[in-house]
């Protein structure tokens, strides 16, 4: 027993030491904050549950977004840099036809078909520019070292941004109002009176029935387990007859669908789009998808769901009791801190790898 | 014409000249081998026939008609011309039912391809036991059953073997020398790429042997074991 401590003792350097007590201190902050701010009782359970209920929401909508990254990431092993912009090009160009459906009086008719109607442009639009996006920027630099695909990604990021901002403008636009999705709905009114913001619930059960049915996509059809062969070897795949240009095509598509749906959940939950939503949100999703296991699609499902909790209640619970003024503002560097932290001390996120790799 | 047929087929890898217009030909029902040392463009020869290569110059004809216009999945949707890669490759993260419908993935015939996998289960038994296990858990022998058995659901018209004793234990090495014989009776046509010269030659046909790119003999199995040469590059007799 001893003897096995010292020779593990033996392989810590300096470095491993200083994480950990960076490691150490972070928690024990956590801890300390969290303690005062819950003896302190400034907020009432209630508040807690608002804070966990938006992070909720919030964080279906990362996990839409970062199914993108792992899909692409499970098969070209690059990181799609310019998926936050696959993000935004969607619900800025549904805006348009909100905006036109909304002068000619569906909104306030019809709110639910005309939000449908509104959704599947988004959607279509997102899946367009992420397929395009494959065949005219990475496919070329299929097999060239992985740095160039990577700076391409962060080319093409900016390249759509200001061509966006160019068709449609800079200014933020603001998305039409839904009837129906505004006020709260009350639970249990006569026990718990549970009230919650439809929003919120609509935006949540929305994403959550759309992340089972991606990931039933990919797990129970045909075109599903070719996404799967390619993933672990492009070869095998093609010598049992999978076209593997046209199923990395589909996997771009499917990821843009996700992001265009997020898209719309996203203008809707904020109320505004423009050329620089994506910037934030792929950041975000990109960190949930490493989180969760870059390359695992349930796990960036769930990194999205634990981002979006995380950032949510964390700035209160944690940084509020340690005397932090504004601490809400500090929510994306709790994010980032945690990218950073899984980064460094588990790489391969909270699912790990759920197989080791084949000799 | 001949079933299927390489011509003077030449592959280079950068500067490296791996194949140095290489022939060779299959008829219908064969099973022919090609032996060779390590680096002697085995593995490059089914890769081309495959697709996985372009050769520079040269003709692969199945049944007359060149394969090198075609892309890889292609070869395999239009041509049935399947191929067991070196090493397995089976999918490591699906079970072994799953790399079985893999085999399959391009086949509209349902009722055959469930008659298939019965087939296949009657071959290797022990898939059946472990259908719902990940692959990447099988042992090395039977990742080489279930690759074989994946070639095998994809209705081969001809089967490119590349190495499947490899670093099998002796029993099992016969035993899947066994197999092959009898996937070859059953009626599928074969060209079995082999370091094991001594296995080989004993199931096969015929032979082609490889060194450094070219073919330097071709005969019948029989001749090529009484083979003088053969006898001590290969088969390791004094
Ligand atoms: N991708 C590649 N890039 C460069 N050279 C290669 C490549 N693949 C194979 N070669 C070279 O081509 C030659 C033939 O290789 P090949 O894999 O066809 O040999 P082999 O007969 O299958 O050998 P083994 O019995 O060891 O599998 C070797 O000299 C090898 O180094
Ligand atoms: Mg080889």
Known sequence: ?359 | MAYFEVRDLHVYYGAIHALKGISLRVEEGEIVTLIGANGAGKTTTLRAISGLVRPRSGQILFEGEDLLRYKPHEIVTQKRVIHVPEGRRVFARMTVEENLYMGAFTRTDRDKVEEDLERVYQLFPRLKERRRQLAGTLSGGEQQMLAIGRGLMAAPRLLLMDEPSMGLAPILVESIFETIQEINKQGTTILLVEQNAHMALQIAHRGYVLRTGEIVLHDTAENLRANEMVQKTYLGMA
Do not use: C
């Not at chain 1, 499902?301 to 003024?325: A, C, D």
């Open chain 1, 1 to 359: 027993m001893l003897e096995r401590l010292r020779y593990r003792l033996r392989y810590i350097s300096g470095t491993d030491i200083a994480l950990w007590i960076v490691a150490a201190l972070l928690l024990t902050m956590i801890v300390v904050g969290s303690y005062n701010i819950l003896t302190e009782g400034r907020y009432t359970g209630r508040q807690w549950l608002d804070f966990v209920i938006s992070g909720l929401a919030q964080g279906s909508i990362y996990a839409l977004i970062a199914l993108g990254y792992t899909m692409v990431y499970g098969i070209l092993f690059m990181i799609n840099f310019a998926h936050g912009e696959v993000f935004m090009s969607g619900p800025f160009t549904a805006y348009f036809l909100a905006e036109y459906l909304k002068q000619k009086g569906m909104f306030q008719s019809h709110p639910l078909l005309a939000l449908l109607l509104v959704m599947l442009l988004s959607m279509l639009v997102s899946t367009v520019i992420a397929v395009s996006l494959e065949r005219l920027a990475y496919r070329p630099l299929r097999g060239a070292p992985r740095l160039v695909p990577l700076i391409t990604a962060i080319g093409a990021s900016f390249f759509l941004q200001y061509t966006f901002r160019g068709l449609y403008t800079p200014g933020f636009k603001a998305y039409p109002e839904v009837e129906p999705l505004k006020g709260t709905w009350v639970f249990f009114p006569n026990s718990l009176h549970l009230e919650i913001e439809r929003m919120l619930i609509a935006v949540f059960v929305s994403s959550v029935l759309l992340l089972i049915l991606l990931y039933a996509f990919v797990q129970f059809t045909k075109t599903g387990r070719a996404i799967r062969a390619v993933a672990e070897d492009q070869q095998a795949a093609a010598l049992m007859g999978v076209d593997v240009d046209h199923t990395i095509s589909v996997t771009f598509a499917v990821g843009g669908a996700a992001a265009g749906a997020a898209g719309v959940f996203y203008a809707l939950m904020f109320r505004q789009v423009n050329y620089f939503m994506g910037f934030f949100p792929g950041l975000k999703a990109f960190t949930a998808a490493v989180l969760g296991g870059i390359g695992n699609l349930p796990g960036a499902m769930l990194g999205g769901l634990f981002l979006g909790v995380f950032e949510s209640v964390g700035p209160s619970l944690f940084l509020e009791g340690l005397g932090v003024p504004a601490a809400y503002q500090l929510k994306d560097a709790i994010a980032f801190t945690m990218l950073v932290l899984f980064l460094i001390f588990r790489p391969t996120g909270i699912l790990g790898e759920r197989l080791a790799k084949r000799a």
